[in-house]
Protein backbone atom coordinates (compact mmCIF):
# COMPACT_ATOMS: atom_id res chain seq x y z
CA UNK A 1 0.00 0.00 0.00
CA UNK A 2 1.28 3.17 -0.85
CA UNK A 3 0.12 6.67 -0.46
CA UNK A 4 1.91 9.10 -3.17
CA UNK A 5 2.37 12.82 -2.67
CA UNK A 6 -1.33 15.16 -3.36
CA UNK A 7 -3.00 12.62 -1.40
CA UNK A 8 -5.02 13.47 1.87
CA UNK A 9 -3.56 12.19 5.69
CA UNK A 10 -5.98 12.67 8.56
CA UNK A 11 -4.34 13.48 11.76
CA UNK A 12 -6.42 12.76 14.88
CA UNK A 13 -5.49 15.39 17.33
CA UNK A 14 -5.40 19.33 17.32
CA UNK A 15 -1.98 19.75 19.19
CA UNK A 16 1.60 20.58 18.34
CA UNK A 17 2.71 16.59 17.06
CA UNK A 18 -0.13 17.17 14.66
CA UNK A 19 0.90 20.86 13.62
CA UNK A 20 4.81 19.48 12.80
CA UNK A 21 3.32 16.26 11.38
CA UNK A 22 1.77 18.36 8.89
CA UNK A 23 4.22 21.05 8.39
CA UNK A 24 6.40 17.78 7.31
CA UNK A 25 3.77 16.49 5.17
CA UNK A 26 3.33 19.49 3.28
CA UNK A 27 7.10 19.90 2.69
CA UNK A 28 6.31 16.09 1.01
CA UNK A 29 3.81 17.29 -0.91
CA UNK A 30 0.84 15.78 0.94
CA UNK A 31 -2.58 17.65 2.53
CA UNK A 32 -3.53 17.24 6.55
CA UNK A 33 -6.91 17.56 7.31
CA UNK A 34 -7.44 17.24 10.90
CA UNK A 35 -9.99 16.03 13.37
CA UNK A 36 -10.24 17.46 17.11
CA UNK A 37 -12.80 18.36 19.69
CA UNK A 38 -11.27 21.46 20.58
CA UNK A 39 -11.92 24.91 18.94
CA UNK A 40 -8.42 26.17 19.18
CA UNK A 41 -5.91 23.96 16.66
CA UNK A 42 -2.48 24.91 16.03
CA UNK A 43 -2.32 21.81 13.82
CA UNK A 44 -5.46 22.72 11.90
CA UNK A 45 -3.52 26.23 11.22
CA UNK A 46 -0.84 24.73 9.22
CA UNK A 47 -3.50 22.54 7.59
CA UNK A 48 -5.75 21.95 4.50
CA UNK A 49 -8.93 20.72 6.31
CA UNK A 50 -10.25 21.01 10.02
CA UNK A 51 -13.49 18.93 11.23
CA UNK A 52 -14.01 20.15 14.65
CA UNK A 53 -16.30 17.49 16.22
CA UNK A 54 -16.96 15.13 19.33
CA UNK A 55 -15.15 12.32 19.46
CA UNK A 56 -18.33 10.44 19.79
CA UNK A 57 -19.57 11.88 16.64
CA UNK A 58 -19.60 8.78 14.24
CA UNK A 59 -21.52 10.75 11.42
CA UNK A 60 -18.57 13.71 11.75
CA UNK A 61 -15.80 10.71 11.75
CA UNK A 62 -16.81 9.07 8.98
CA UNK A 63 -17.07 11.67 6.85
CA UNK A 64 -13.08 12.80 7.62
CA UNK A 65 -12.55 9.40 7.35
CA UNK A 66 -13.87 9.10 3.34
CA UNK A 67 -11.93 12.38 3.08
CA UNK A 68 -8.81 10.93 4.05
CA UNK A 69 -5.96 8.41 2.38
CA UNK A 70 -4.74 7.24 5.35
CA UNK A 71 -5.50 8.42 8.91
CA UNK A 72 -3.15 8.91 12.10
CA UNK A 73 -3.26 9.85 15.43
CA UNK A 74 -0.92 12.59 17.48
CA UNK A 75 -1.92 11.39 21.02
CA UNK A 76 -2.96 8.12 22.67
CA UNK A 77 -5.93 9.19 24.39
CA UNK A 78 -8.06 8.92 20.65
CA UNK A 79 -10.72 6.94 22.24
CA UNK A 80 -10.85 3.48 20.63
CA UNK A 81 -14.23 3.66 20.08
CA UNK A 82 -14.54 6.36 18.10
CA UNK A 83 -11.96 4.80 15.33
CA UNK A 84 -14.91 2.64 14.12
CA UNK A 85 -15.77 4.72 11.34
CA UNK A 86 -12.35 4.17 9.56
CA UNK A 87 -11.15 1.50 7.53
CA UNK A 88 -8.21 -0.47 9.56
CA UNK A 89 -6.49 -0.69 6.35
CA UNK A 90 -6.71 3.28 6.51
CA UNK A 91 -5.81 3.70 10.41
CA UNK A 92 -1.58 3.83 11.16
CA UNK A 93 -0.59 2.76 13.58
CA UNK A 94 -3.61 0.37 14.28
CA UNK A 95 -6.40 0.34 16.94
CA UNK A 96 -4.46 -2.12 19.11
CA UNK A 97 -1.60 -0.02 19.61
CA UNK A 98 -3.77 2.53 21.46
CA UNK A 99 -5.64 -0.40 23.44
CA UNK A 100 -2.37 -0.79 24.48
CA UNK A 101 -1.20 2.40 25.16
CA UNK A 102 -3.98 3.93 26.83
CA UNK A 103 -4.22 1.80 30.01
CA UNK A 104 -1.15 1.35 32.20
CA UNK A 105 -2.21 -2.02 33.47
CA UNK A 106 -2.50 -3.28 30.23
CA UNK A 107 0.74 -1.53 28.64
CA UNK A 108 2.47 -2.96 31.59
CA UNK A 109 1.21 -6.95 31.64
CA UNK A 110 1.77 -6.41 27.37
CA UNK A 111 5.61 -5.20 27.62
CA UNK A 112 5.95 -8.54 30.73
CA UNK A 113 4.55 -11.19 28.30
CA UNK A 114 7.17 -9.76 25.68
CA UNK A 115 10.20 -10.28 28.00
CA UNK A 116 10.39 -6.66 29.56
CA UNK A 117 10.67 -5.41 32.77
CA UNK A 118 8.85 -2.60 33.95
CA UNK A 119 8.75 -1.12 38.04
CA UNK A 120 7.21 -3.66 40.28
CA UNK A 121 3.31 -2.98 39.67
CA UNK A 122 -0.06 -4.04 41.27
CA UNK A 123 -3.81 -2.89 39.83
CA UNK A 124 -5.32 -0.41 42.40
CA UNK A 125 -9.14 -0.41 43.08
CA UNK A 126 -9.89 -0.25 46.20
CA UNK A 127 -8.31 1.78 49.46
CA UNK A 128 -8.24 -2.18 50.66
CA UNK A 129 -5.93 -2.63 46.93
CA UNK A 130 -3.69 0.21 47.96
CA UNK A 131 -3.12 -1.54 50.95
CA UNK A 132 -2.24 -4.66 49.38
CA UNK A 133 -0.39 -3.26 46.74
CA UNK A 134 2.34 -1.24 49.63
CA UNK A 135 2.85 -4.27 51.47
CA UNK A 136 3.50 -6.41 48.56
CA UNK A 137 5.70 -3.78 46.69
CA UNK A 138 6.67 -1.55 49.57
CA UNK A 139 7.57 2.17 49.78
CA UNK A 140 8.21 4.81 48.24
CA UNK A 141 6.08 4.37 45.06
CA UNK A 142 3.49 6.55 42.95
CA UNK A 143 0.07 5.81 42.50
CA UNK A 144 -0.84 6.70 39.11
CA UNK A 145 -4.20 6.16 37.20
CA UNK A 146 -4.46 3.70 34.58
CA UNK A 147 -6.01 6.05 31.75
CA UNK A 148 -5.49 9.49 30.82
CA UNK A 149 -2.23 10.88 32.64
CA UNK A 150 0.40 12.34 30.50
CA UNK A 151 3.25 15.19 32.01
CA UNK A 152 2.96 14.12 35.40
CA UNK A 153 -0.93 14.89 35.65
CA UNK A 154 -3.10 12.07 37.85
CA UNK A 155 0.51 10.92 39.69
CA UNK A 156 0.52 11.10 43.32
CA UNK A 157 3.78 10.19 45.00
CA UNK A 158 3.45 7.43 48.06
CA UNK A 159 5.86 7.93 50.82
CA UNK A 160 4.74 5.56 53.26
CA UNK A 161 2.05 3.30 54.22
CA UNK A 162 0.33 5.99 56.75
CA UNK A 163 0.75 8.63 53.49
CA UNK A 164 -1.90 5.77 51.59
CA UNK A 165 -4.09 5.68 55.04
CA UNK A 166 -4.75 9.03 54.62
CA UNK A 167 -5.89 8.50 50.72
CA UNK A 168 -9.50 7.46 49.36
CA UNK A 169 -9.28 5.49 45.92
CA UNK A 170 -11.37 7.35 43.33
CA UNK A 171 -13.43 4.91 41.33
CA UNK A 172 -11.28 5.46 38.36
CA UNK A 173 -8.82 2.44 37.99
CA UNK A 174 -5.63 2.98 39.36
CA UNK A 175 -2.29 0.56 39.24
CA UNK A 176 0.80 1.65 42.34
CA UNK A 177 4.21 1.35 40.73
CA UNK A 178 7.43 0.63 43.48
CA UNK A 179 9.61 4.12 42.63
CA UNK A 180 12.45 2.79 40.67
CA UNK A 181 16.16 3.75 41.47
CA UNK A 182 17.78 4.50 38.33
CA UNK A 183 21.10 6.38 36.82
CA UNK A 184 19.72 8.10 34.09
CA UNK A 185 16.11 8.52 32.31
CA UNK A 186 16.05 7.58 27.67
CA UNK A 187 14.23 7.32 25.30
CA UNK A 188 14.07 4.47 22.17
CA UNK A 189 12.45 5.63 19.32
CA UNK A 190 11.91 3.54 16.34
CA UNK A 191 9.93 3.85 12.68
CA UNK A 192 8.34 0.78 11.30
CA UNK A 193 7.86 0.88 8.07
CA UNK A 194 4.60 -1.24 6.11
CA UNK A 195 7.15 -3.61 5.08
CA UNK A 196 7.82 -4.35 8.68
CA UNK A 197 11.82 -2.75 8.21
CA UNK A 198 12.83 -1.14 11.08
CA UNK A 199 15.13 1.94 12.11
CA UNK A 200 16.34 3.97 15.53
CA UNK A 201 17.60 6.96 16.18
CA UNK A 202 20.19 7.41 18.89
CA UNK A 203 18.52 7.73 22.74
CA UNK A 204 19.24 10.60 23.84
CA UNK A 205 19.13 11.15 27.77
CA UNK A 206 16.36 12.65 29.28
CA UNK A 207 15.86 15.05 32.29
CA UNK A 208 12.09 15.78 33.66
CA UNK A 209 11.17 18.59 35.91
CA UNK A 210 8.16 18.55 37.81
CA UNK A 211 6.98 15.36 35.56
CA UNK A 212 7.37 17.35 32.14
CA UNK A 213 10.67 16.56 29.70
CA UNK A 214 12.86 19.39 30.09
CA UNK A 215 16.05 18.20 28.05
CA UNK A 216 16.91 15.65 25.80
CA UNK A 217 20.94 15.15 24.84
CA UNK A 218 23.37 13.47 23.29
CA UNK A 219 25.94 11.82 23.94
CA UNK A 220 23.96 10.34 26.67
CA UNK A 221 25.54 9.03 29.59
CA UNK A 222 27.74 5.35 29.56
CA UNK A 223 25.03 3.82 31.29
CA UNK A 224 22.21 4.60 28.91
CA UNK A 225 24.32 3.94 25.97
CA UNK A 226 25.78 0.27 27.89
CA UNK A 227 21.72 -0.46 28.07
CA UNK A 228 20.32 1.06 24.94
CA UNK A 229 20.73 -2.61 22.61
CA UNK A 230 18.50 -4.50 25.12
CA UNK A 231 16.15 -1.52 24.98
CA UNK A 232 15.81 -1.21 21.23
CA UNK A 233 15.61 -5.12 21.74
CA UNK A 234 12.44 -4.94 23.64
CA UNK A 235 11.27 -2.05 21.51
CA UNK A 236 11.32 -3.93 18.42
CA UNK A 237 9.45 -6.78 19.61
CA UNK A 238 6.95 -4.64 21.18
CA UNK A 239 6.80 -2.81 16.96
CA UNK A 240 6.42 -6.23 15.70
CA UNK A 241 3.56 -7.68 18.14
CA UNK A 242 1.75 -4.93 17.47
CA UNK A 243 2.21 -4.70 13.65
CA UNK A 244 3.10 -1.27 14.22
CA UNK A 245 3.59 1.39 11.11
CA UNK A 246 4.89 4.78 12.34
CA UNK A 247 6.51 6.34 15.08
CA UNK A 248 7.12 4.53 17.96
CA UNK A 249 8.67 5.65 21.06
CA UNK A 250 9.59 3.64 25.05
CA UNK A 251 11.04 5.74 27.86
CA UNK A 252 13.18 3.55 29.93
CA UNK A 253 15.07 3.58 33.23
CA UNK A 254 18.88 2.96 33.13
CA UNK A 255 19.32 0.69 36.18
CA UNK A 256 22.21 -1.20 38.09
CA UNK A 257 19.89 -4.27 36.91
CA UNK A 258 19.29 -3.32 32.92
CA UNK A 259 16.68 -1.08 31.60
CA UNK A 260 13.53 -0.96 33.45
CA UNK A 261 10.45 -0.05 31.03
CA UNK A 262 8.35 3.19 32.02
CA UNK A 263 6.16 4.10 29.34
CA UNK A 264 5.51 3.49 24.93
CA UNK A 265 3.66 5.89 23.33
CA UNK A 266 2.42 4.96 19.50
CA UNK A 267 3.24 8.40 18.06
CA UNK A 268 6.05 11.33 18.13
CA UNK A 269 7.59 12.26 21.06
CA UNK A 270 8.60 14.98 22.65
CA UNK A 271 11.91 13.21 23.06
CA UNK A 272 12.80 12.54 19.68
CA UNK A 273 12.25 16.73 18.75
CA UNK A 274 15.47 17.16 18.28
CA UNK A 275 15.56 14.80 15.19
CA UNK A 276 14.55 17.24 13.04
CA UNK A 277 17.43 19.49 12.73
CA UNK A 278 19.89 16.45 14.68
CA UNK A 279 19.36 13.23 12.09
CA UNK A 280 19.44 12.57 8.12
CA UNK A 281 16.03 12.42 8.24
CA UNK A 282 13.99 13.29 11.77
CA UNK A 283 11.02 11.70 13.74
CA UNK A 284 8.23 13.93 11.65
CA UNK A 285 8.84 13.16 7.97
CA UNK A 286 9.70 9.33 8.70
CA UNK A 287 6.40 9.03 10.39
CA UNK A 288 5.00 10.57 7.20
CA UNK A 289 7.00 8.21 4.87
CA UNK A 290 6.17 5.28 7.07
CA UNK A 291 2.12 5.72 7.00
CA UNK A 292 1.82 6.62 3.30
CA UNK A 293 4.09 3.43 2.57
CA UNK A 294 7.55 5.37 1.01
CA UNK A 295 10.87 4.21 1.73
CA UNK A 296 12.19 5.24 5.01
CA UNK A 297 14.43 8.15 5.52
CA UNK A 298 18.55 7.53 7.60
CA UNK A 299 18.05 7.88 11.28
CA UNK A 300 21.62 8.78 11.75
CA UNK A 301 22.59 11.27 13.80
CA UNK A 302 24.63 14.35 11.97
CA UNK A 303 26.66 15.25 15.31
CA UNK A 304 27.63 12.97 18.40
CA UNK A 305 26.32 16.62 20.05
CA UNK A 306 22.72 17.62 20.50
CA UNK A 307 20.59 19.37 22.89
CA UNK A 308 17.05 19.73 23.06
CA UNK A 309 15.52 21.86 25.38
CA UNK A 310 11.31 22.26 26.05
CA UNK A 311 10.28 25.99 26.28
CA UNK A 312 7.47 25.85 28.48
CA UNK A 313 5.17 28.49 30.17
CA UNK A 314 6.61 31.78 30.13
CA UNK A 315 9.73 30.82 28.74
CA UNK A 316 8.32 30.06 24.93
CA UNK A 317 7.86 34.28 24.91
CA UNK A 318 11.74 35.18 24.43
CA UNK A 319 11.71 34.32 21.01
CA UNK A 320 14.20 37.44 20.09
CA UNK A 321 16.15 36.42 23.28
CA UNK A 322 16.25 32.82 22.30
CA UNK A 323 17.01 33.82 18.40
CA UNK A 324 19.58 35.95 19.25
CA UNK A 325 22.14 33.02 19.51
CA UNK A 326 22.49 32.34 15.66
CA UNK A 327 23.38 28.76 16.86
CA UNK A 328 19.73 28.38 17.99
CA UNK A 329 16.78 26.27 16.04
CA UNK A 330 13.67 27.55 17.77
CA UNK A 331 10.17 25.82 16.85
CA UNK A 332 7.48 27.44 18.91
CA UNK A 333 3.58 25.73 18.80
CA UNK A 334 1.82 28.94 17.98
CA UNK A 335 -0.08 29.12 21.55
CA UNK A 336 -1.65 31.83 22.06
CA UNK A 337 -1.87 31.64 26.18
CA UNK A 338 1.42 30.54 28.58
CA UNK A 339 0.22 28.90 30.83
CA UNK A 340 2.31 27.52 33.52
CA UNK A 341 3.56 23.99 32.40
CA UNK A 342 2.37 24.38 29.30
CA UNK A 343 4.72 23.59 26.35
CA UNK A 344 4.97 26.43 24.03
CA UNK A 345 7.78 25.26 21.82
CA UNK A 346 11.22 24.02 21.69
CA UNK A 347 15.16 24.57 20.98
CA UNK A 348 17.88 22.55 19.54
CA UNK A 349 21.32 23.06 19.56
CA UNK A 350 23.85 20.52 17.12
CA UNK A 351 27.37 20.40 17.74
CA UNK A 352 27.81 21.51 20.99
Not at 109 to 129: C, K, M, S, Y
Not at 259 to 283: K, Y
Not at 310 to 329: F, K, M, T, Y
Request: glycine content about 10%.
Amino acid sequence: MRITPGSTIGILGGGQLGRMIAMTAAQLGYRCHIYAPEAESVAAEVSAQFTRAAWDDQAAMGAFAASCDVVTYEFENVPVAALQPIPSEKLAPGARALEVAQDRLNEKNFVVELGGTPAPFAPVDTDEDLAAAIAAIGAPGILKTRRDGYDGKGQWRIASADDAATLSVPPVGLIYEGLVRFGAEFSVILVRGRDGEVRFWDSTQNVHEHGILALSFLPAAPIVREQVEAARALARRVADALDYVGVLTLEFFATEDGPVFNEMAPRVHNSGHWTTEGAVIGQFENHVRAICGMPLGETRSVSANVVMRNLVGESGLNAAEILSDPANHLHLYGKAEAREGRKMGHVTRIGE
